[in-house]
């Protein structure tokens, strides 16, 4: 297992992961539609857009937060 410590980079890794993987299908099949060899061109996507955003989340998720934090009321 991995340590609790590195919460931060699996959280980014698998939401990188499952949000580039649908949103390069989506982005594939509205564009392509479904043609005969949509998943290689789904995959090829899905890798180029992997690795633009895991790197993007790590980076923009401190950030993130903080904005969440500034528009959320104290309870």
Do not use: C
């Not at 005969?36 to 992997?50: G, P, Q, S, T, Y």
């Not at 980076?59 to 937060?65: D, G, Y």
């Amino acid at each position: 297992m991995i340590k609790r410590k590195y919460i931060t980079q699996v959280f980014s890794f698998f939401m990188a992961f499952f949000m580039s993987g649908l949103m390069s299908l989506m982005v594939s099949l509205i564009n392509m539609g479904f043609i005969d060899n949509i998943v290689f061109v789904w995959l090829k996507a899905w890798a180029i857009a992997f690795t633009i955003a895991f790197p993007t989340i790590l980076i923009i998720s401190p950030h993130v937060q903080k904005l969440v934090e500034l528009v959320l009321d104290e309870e």
